[in-house]
């Protein structure tokens, strides 16, 4: 296991200690959890934890982002020609991401 990888897990295990185990974790929500509703704080509770995986993941693969995008270029170099599937595909998914985050903080806030 890589360096970058065993401090992304630390983090990973650290978001879910802070979306379950601290104030981020509302009585609400943790009510909504116990007795299977509403779905409402069931959804925020869910987003709270997307928001700190999000954010974990930005800070400790962001840091590497230029190595990592030229890696998979080179493993699929389908990924950087705009005019292959695989491209559209790719910044799709990443596209649902970014909306995803956003449903998720709407949530929050509203």
């Known amino acids: 296991m890589t360096g970058q ?3 992304l897990l630390c983090g990973l295990l650290f978001a879910h200690y802070l979306g379950d185990y601290t104030p981020l974790a509302t009585p609400r929500m943790q009510e909504a959890k116990a007795v299977g509703g509403p779905l409402l704080f069931i959804a925020a509770h869910a987003a709270v ?3 700190l995986v999000a954010l974990v993941v930005a800070l400790v693969v962001g840091m590497a982002w230029p190595t ?3 890696k998979l270029g080179q493993r699929y170099p389908k990924l950087n020609d705009c005019q292959k ?3 559209w ?3 799709g ?3 649902l991401g970014h909306g995803l985050i956003l449903v998720g903080v709407a949530a929050l806030v509203v």
């Open 89 to 91: 595909y790719s910044l």
């Open 68 to 70: 990592l995008r030229a």
């Open 85 to 87: 599937s695989g491209f």
């Open 49 to 51: 934890h997307a928001l």
């Open 5 to 7: 990888a065993v401090v």
């Open 93 to 95: 998914v990443d596209q």
